[in-house]
C-alpha cells in the first residue's frame, strides 16, 4: 500500500521565478492538503483540494496555488518566488467524508535564492 | 479549534517512560486531541488520537484527563529513534479540517 509521495525532494530557485511542486495520495484517500514548514516552525496550512476543488484556504496570497487531477494527485503552484518561501512544503492526504486523520508525504524542501 | 500549549523540550532515558504534555483548556466537547511527531526533516507522522476516553495503540498511550482540559502522550520504552518533535493538535474528526499547528515539544532520547 503506498503511502503519500512527493517530488521532488529537494529544489532550488531564484527570486521571481515559479515553481510547481506535486504529490500523490495514500491509496484510497480523496482529498489533498498542502503546508508550509519553515525552519524551526510548525507547518502552516495552505489549501486542501476535493473533488478537483478548492474547498479551504490559509493564510497564503494568490501566488500560492494548486490543482486536484482526477485520479487524486495534486500539484501546488507558487509563483513569482519570494526568499521567504523558502522552506519545506509538505502534502497531506486523507478521505474527505470519514476523515479521522491526514498523512503526510516526506516533503518537497524548496530553496529560494 | 481550540488552543494547545506545549513544553518547549524535553529529554528522557533510553529505555524509559517519556511523558508529554499538552493543555488544552479551551476545548470543546466534540473536538478530539490529536498527537502527530516529526522526525528532523521529515513530514510529521501521525500517533493517536481520543476523545474522552484513554487510548493505545503500537506506538503510544494517550490519557485524557476527566475534565478534558489536558492530556498526556506516554512512549511507554523510548528509543533513540523516538527523538522528535511532538504535536499536539485539537480539533474535530471527520470535519475534513486542517490541521494547526503549534511549536511542539522537542523531544530528545538520550543513550
Known amino acids: 500500500d503506498a503511502g503519500v509521495t512527493q517530488s521532488p525532494t529537494h529544489l532550488i530557485k531564484t527570486r521571481g521565478q515559479q515553481v510547481t511542486l506535486r504529490c500523490s495520495p495514500k491509496s484510497g484517500h480523496d482529498t489533498v492538503s498542502w503546508y508550509q514548514q519553515a525552519l524551526g516552525q510548525g507547518p502552516q496550512f495552505i489549501f486542501q483540494?476535493?473533488?478537483?476543488?478548492?474547498?479551504q484556504r490559509g493564510n497564503f496570497p494568490d501566488r500560492f496555488s494548486g490543482h486536484q487531477f482526477p485520479n487524486y494527485s495534486s500539484e501546488l503552484n507558487v509563483n513569482a518566488l519570494l526568499l521567504g518561501d523558502s522552506a519545506l512544503y509538505l502534502c497531506?492526504?486523507?478521505?474527505?467524508?470519514?476523515?479521522?486523520?491526514?498523512?503526510f508525504g516526506p516533503g518537497t524542501r524548496l530553496l529560494v535564492l | 479549534d481550540a488552543k494547545t500549549t506545549q513544553p518547549p523540550s524535553m529529554d528522557c532515558a533510553e529505555g524509559r517512560a517519556a511523558n508529554l504534555p499538552c493543555n488544552h483548556s479551551?476545548?470543546?466537547?466534540?473536538?478530539?486531541v490529536y498527537w502527530y511527531r516529526q522526525i528532523h526533516s521529515q513530514g510529521p507522522q501521525y500517533i493517536i488520537h481520543g476523545l474522552k476516553n484513554n487510548e493505545t495503540n503500537e506506538m503510544a498511550s494517550l490519557i485524557i484527563t476527566e475534565d478534558r482540559k489536558s492530556s498526556t502522550l506516554i512512549l511507554p520504552h523510548a528509543t533513540l529513534r523516538d527523538t522528535a518533535v511532538y504535536y499536539c493538535?485539537?480539533?474535530?474528526?471527520?470535519?475534513?479540517?486542517?490541521?494547526?499547528f503549534g511549536s511542539g515539544t522537542q523531544l530528545t532520547v538520550l543513550p
Open positions: 483540494y476535493y473533488e478537483e476543488e478548492e474547498r
Open positions: 479551551t476545548i470543546s466537547g466534540n473536538e478530539y
Open positions: 493538535i485539537v480539533r474535530v474528526e471527520g470535519s475534513a479540517r486542517q490541521l494547526t
Open positions: 497531506a492526504s486523507s478521505l474527505y467524508e470519514r476523515e479521522k486523520t491526514q498523512y
